[in-house]
């Protein structure tokens, strides 16, 4: 899946209330919030630099209440980029890959 074009996301905001939009991200934290926490910059960003943006979005993760639905949704559509749920796409890369781990 592509990020989302410059000045788009997939960040849930106050006007989006059609029918394709998951209920869900109705009461997310990050609704309303800058999406540039979430998606790294269309330019080169230093690792200090985005692991800072990533706290920042982390933290409105921690906060909230559907950050386990949030997650699960990034999951299952293998979203590339961007914080879903609290985690990075690195990270959610390694869920998945545990997850598809066959039981020992």
Request: glycine share 6%; net charge neutral.
């Amino acid at each position: 899946m592509e990020a989302p074009p410059a000045g788009r996301s997939r960040m849930p905001h106050a006007t989006d209330d059609d029918d394709s939009t998951p209920a869900w991200q109705f009461r997310a934290a990050c609704r309303g919030e800058d999406a540039s926490l979430f998606f790294a910059p269309g330019y080169f960003e230093r690792h200090e630099e985005k692991r800072l943006r990533e706290a920042r979005a982390k933290s409105i993760c921690a906060r909230c209440p559907v950050r386990m639905d949030c997650l699960e949704y990034a999951l299952r559509i293998r979203e590339d980029h961007g914080v879903w749920g609290g985690l990075n796409e690195t990270e959610r890369r390694a869920l998945l890959r545990e997850r598809d781990r066959p039981a020992v």
